[in-house]
C-alpha cells in the first residue's frame, strides 16, 4: 500500500489533473463492474436480497493481492504526467449562439489527456501482475461496451475539433432543446461521425449524422438526437427541430445580450469549465403554478433570481471555484437570510482540530420567522395552528439570538458522533431566562467545573436516548454532545487558539479574502475519511487508516451582497481515491434510502385514500365511493364538500386532474382510483405506481378492504381491477 499511502499523505493540492486523471481511473474500475460484478450468479443473487448490498465485492478485490497499491501508482503517475488543456479567456462559441440561450456550459478538449491517460494505463498494466490479472478477468466476464475502444474513439473525435466544447439550452413556452457545439479543425469528421455512432450504438438506432444539405429533407421526431457537421462546426442536438432552428435563426447571438456578458466576464477572469443559467429568462418561459405555490415561490426571494453561474480554473498550480446567484433586486425572503460580511465570533469556540465546520450570519431570527409565516400563510393571511401555537414560546427566545450560528462534527460514524453548536446571543442571561422553562421540563443536571456553568439532561427515547449538554458564555450559547465538549469549545475561546486563528484554516480560505464573510464552510479531511474508510475491511484499509497524514484542509466562503450571493473555494490537498471509494460507498445506501422513503410514502398516501373513501361512503352513501381521486380532493372549488369535491384530502394527492383512470403524482409515485360504478360505486382500487424505476421497486394496490397489497418489479404500464390487486402479496 506504500503507493496509495503516500498519495494520500503528501499528494498536491486536489487540482484539475488529480480530478481528471482519476475520473479516467474510475471510468475503467466502475464501468467495468470488476468488484461489484464478478462474483458467481448465485452469490450476487444472496447479495441483491440482503438489507446490506450495495457494499462492494472486497472478497474479489482479496484475490488480487497488491491491487489497491497498483491503484496509487496509477493515479499518481495520472497525477504527475497528464498534461490538461490551459484556461481559456475568450470563446468564439459565444458569437454562434442565439441571444434565446438560458443554459450555457462549457469544457475543454480532453482527448489528449485522456490519450496520455491510456497510454499511462497500458504501461501500467504491463509492469504490474495484480492489474493484469485484475483487467483480464474484468474483460473476459464484461457484457458492456470496450472501454479502451471507446476512449480510444474519443481521442480519435478530439483531434477534428477545436479546443473547447460548448453545451447550450434554450426555453420557449412549452419547448426547450439542447444542443453541444464544437469548432471543427481539420475535414474528415463527417465520415468519421458515421463509422463511430455505428460501432457503439449497438442494438439501439443511433443517432443521425447529417450535412448542412441533408438537414433540409431529414426525418426525425423529438427524442432522436441529430449530429450536423458543417465545414466550420459540429453540432450535437437533442431533436431535429432544435438543430432547424438554430440553423435557421437570424436573431442576435448571445454575445450581445446582459447574460452573454456576464458570462463573458468569466472568461476574462481565465475558466476550465462553467456553467451558467439565465435563471430569470427560464422562470418567464415556464407556466407558472398555482395560484398559492406561486405567491409562496414570489415571497421566497428565489422568483427574483437573476443568473447562476459556476465556474473552475486553474492557475499557477492552485484550483480555484466560484459559484455566483444574483437577483435583479435587493434579496428579500429567505433569499435575504444570508447577511453581508463579518466576523464569526462563533469561530472563536473552534479548536484547530475539528473535523467539519460550518459557520454563517444570518438576520435577525426573529424576522426569520416572520418569513417562515408568511411563506406558510394561505391567501387569506391565515397562519397554520400549529406555527400559532410555537409563536409564543419561540419569539421570546429568538429575539434573544443574533443570527451568529456555528455547527462543528469532529467524530463520526460508525464512532459516536461528537459535535456542538454555537448560537450568539444579544445577551446570555436573558437568553437562560427565556430557555428555563424549556429546561425545567428535562430536569438537567448542573455541573461547575473549573468555574464554568455547565446543564446536561437527555432528550427521552426508548431505544437511542440523546444526550444535550449547554452553557450559557458572553454573548453565546454552547450546545454540544458531551459535557466534555462544550468545555473543549469554551476553553478554546478563553485560550485564544481557536481554528480561525491557525495557518492551516487561514491557508485554506480562498486566495485573496478573509475569514470576515457571510459563511465559512471548513473540513479537515483526514479525520473525515479515516471514519468513513473504517467501513472497509479492516485487511483492505488497516494500511491507509495507520498512514502517518497530514492536516488536510479546505474551505468554502460564501459572500453575500445586496443582491449577490457568491461562494468561493480553493481545493484542499487530499487524495481523490479515498473519495471515491467513500463515494462508491454511501451513494447506493443514498439512492436505496430514497426508494424505501418512496416506497413508505405511497403506503402511507393509499391508506389516506382509504380512509378517505370510507368517509365518503359514510357522507354519501347514494355516491357509494368515490369513482376517483378528484372527487376525494377539493378541486378548484373554495366553497362546502360535496359529492363532487368532498375536501377530503389536499389537492396533491387529490389533484384536479386525477379523474377516472388519470394520475396524480406525489412523492415518487403516481395515484389513480378505479371504480367498479353502476348507479353507485360498491368497488374501488387504488393504485400507486413508481413514477421511474428509481423512484421504487415496488407496485401497490389496496380495495374497499382496506389491505394493502404489493407487487415487486417495474412500474406497471396499466391499470389493474380489484380482483387482480386482491392476488397480489399483502402487506397488512
Same mark, same amino acid.
Given at each position: ?17 488529480? &480530478? ?148 447550450? =439550452?434554450?426555453?420557449?413556452?412549452? /419547448?426547450? =432543446? ?9 475535414? =474528415? ?30 426525418? #426525425? ?133 475539528? #473535523? ?34 410555537? /409563536? ?15 455547527? /462543528? ?41 473549573? =468555574?464554568?456553568?455547565? !446543564? ?18 458572553? #454573548? !453565546? ?20 487558539? $481557536? ?193 421511474? &424505476? ?32 386482491? $392476488? ?5
Amino acid at each position: 500500500m506504500r503507493y496509495l499511502r503516500n498519495f494520500i499523505s503528501h499528494s498536491n493540492p486536489i487540482n484539475l489533473r488529480s &480530478t481528471f486523471s482519476f475520473a479516467l481511473i474510475l471510468f475503467f474500475v466502475l464501468a467495468s463492474s470488476s468488484i461489484w460484478a464478478q462474483a458467481p450468479q448465485h452469490q450476487q443473487k444472496r447479495r441483491t436480497n440482503n438489507a446490506a448490498t450495495s457494499q462492494p465485492n472486497w472478497e474479489e478485490l482479496n484475490k488480487y493481492a497488491g491491487l489497491l497499491e497498483e491503484y496509487g501508482r496509477l493515479i499518481a503517475r495520472c497525477q504527475q504526467e497528464i498534461k490538461l488543456p490551459s484556461a481559456r479567456f475568450e470563446s468564439r462559441l459565444l458569437r454562434v449562439l442565439p441571444q434565446s440561450t438560458v443554459g450555457f456550459g462549457t469544457f475543454p478538449n480532453y482527448g489528449k489527456a485522456a490519450h496520455q491517460a491510456l497510454d499511462i494505463f497500458h504501461e501500467e498494466l504491463k509492469s504490474s501482475a495484480p492489474l493484469r490479472d485484475w483487467w483480464k478477468q474484468t474483460q473476459s466476464s464484461s457484457k458492456g461496451p470496450d472501454f479502451e475502444k471507446m476512449l480510444e474513439r474519443y481521442y480519435q473525435l478530439s483531434e477534428y475539433l477545436g479546443d473547447e466544447v460548448v453545451a447550450s =439550452g434554450t426555453v420557449k413556452k412549452d /419547448e426547450g =432543446g439542447f444542443l453541444m457545439i464544437a469548432e471543427v479543425k481539420k475535414p =474528415g469528421l463527417e465520415s468519421f461521425l458515421r463509422t463511430a455512432v455505428k460501432d457503439f450504438a449497438g442494438k439501439s438506432t443511433p443517432p443521425q449524422v447529417l450535412t448542412p444539405k441533408e438537414l433540409a429533407t431529414a426525418k #426525425g421526431t423529438d427524442r432522436d438526437p441529430v449530429i450536423l457537421v458543417r465545414p466550420d462546426l459540429v453540432i450535437f442536438s437533442s431533436d431535429i427541430k432544435t438543430l432547424r432552428n438554430f440553423v435557421a435563426s437570424r436573431e442576435a447571438t448571445l454575445d450581445m445580450t446582459d447574460f452573454g456578458r456576464r458570462i463573458s466576464e468569466s472568461y476574462a477572469r481565465g475558466v476550465d469549465m462553467m456553467m451558467a443559467a439565465d435563471v430569470h429568462g427560464i422562470l418567464s418561459q415556464i407556466p407558472k403554478g398555482r395560484p398559492q405555490e406561486q405567491r409562496t415561490f414570489e415571497r421566497s426571494g428565489f422568483a427574483d433570481t437573476k443568473y447562476a453561474v459556476w465556474e473552475f480554473s486553474t492557475a499557477n498550480g492552485e484550483t480555484a471555484g466560484q459559484a455566483e446567484l444574483s437577483f435583479i433586486g435587493p434579496r428579500h425572503g429567505i433569499a435575504s437570510w444570508l447577511t453581508a460580511p463579518a466576523r464569526l465570533g462563533g469561530l472563536d469556540f473552534v479548536a484547530p482540530d475539528a #473535523g467539519l465546520v460550518f459557520s454563517a450570519l444570518l438576520k435577525n431570527p426573529a424576522e426569520i420567522f416572520a418569513d417562515i409565516k408568511s411563506l406558510a400563510a394561505n391567501p387569506e393571511g391565515q397562519v397554520p395552528p400549529q406555527l400559532a401555537q410555537m /409563536e409564543p414560546v419561540l419569539l421570546p427566545i429568538l429575539s434573544q439570538l443574533t443570527g451568529d450560528i456555528t455547527l /462543528e462534527l469532529d467524530a463520526f460514524p460508525p464512532t459516536a458522533a461528537e459535535w456542538k453548536i454555537i448560537f450568539g446571543a444579544k445577551e446570555a442571561q436573558a437568553l437562560q431566562q427565556s430557555l428555563a422553562p424549556i429546561l425545567a421540563s428535562f430536569q438537567p443536571r448542573k455541573i461547575e467545573d473549573d =468555574g464554568e456553568t455547565y !446543564y446536561s439532561f437527555q432528550l427521552p427515547n426508548p431505544k437511542n436516548p440523546t444526550e444535550i449538554n449547554l452553557s450559557f458564555q458572553k #454573548g !453565546y450559547l454552547v450546545v454540544g454532545s458531551s459535557q466534555q465538549a462544550v468545555a473543549k469549545a469554551v476553553l478554546t475561546r478563553r485560550s485564544g487558539e $481557536s481554528l480561525v486563528k491557525s495557518a492551516k484554516f487561514l491557508t485554506a480560505l480562498p486566495t485573496g479574502h478573509s475569514a470576515d464573510a457571510s459563511a465559512i464552510f471548513y473540513q479537515n479531511s483526514v479525520g473525515f475519511l479515516k471514519a468513513m474508510l473504517s467501513r472497509m475491511p479492516p485487511e483492505l484499509s488497516r494500511d491507509i487508516l495507520q498512514a502517518p497524514t497530514q492536516d488536510i484542509s479546505a474551505a468554502s466562503a460564501v459572500y453575500a451582497d445586496e443582491t449577490t450571493i457568491r461562494q468561493l473555494s480553493k481545493s484542499g490537498s487530499t487524495g481523490i481515491a479515498p473519495v471515491m471509494v467513500v463515494a462508491a460507498i454511501a451513494i447506493p445506501n443514498l439512492l436505496r434510502a430514497r426508494t424505501a422513503a418512496n416506497e413508505a410514502a405511497a403506503v402511507s398516501n393509499i391508506r389516506t385514500v382509504n380512509t378517505a373513501q370510507y368517509v365518503y361512503e359514510q357522507s354519501y352513501p347514494q355516491k357509494g365511493f368515490a369513482r376517483d381521486l378528484s372527487t376525494l380532493g377539493s378541486g378548484s372549488s373554495e366553497g362546502a364538500p360535496s359529492a363532487a369535491h368532498a375536501q377530503l384530502m389536499n389537492n396533491n394527492l387529490g389533484c384536479e386532474g386525477g379523474t377516472s383512470g388519470n394520475w396524480c403524482s406525489k412523492d415518487g409515485y403516481k395515484f389513480t382510483i378505479v371504480a367498479d360504478c353502476a348507479k353507485e360505486c360498491d368497488e374501488y382500487v387504488v393504485i400507486a405506481i413508481p413514477l421511474t &424505476t428509481s423512484s421504487g421497486n415496488r407496485n401497490f394496490c389496496s380495495t374497499e378492504d382496506a389491505v394493502i397489497h404489493q407487487k415487486a418489479g417495474p412500474p406497471l404500464t396499466s391499470v389493474i381491477d380489484a380482483s387482480e390487486c386482491r $392476488s397480489w402479496e399483502a402487506i397488512q
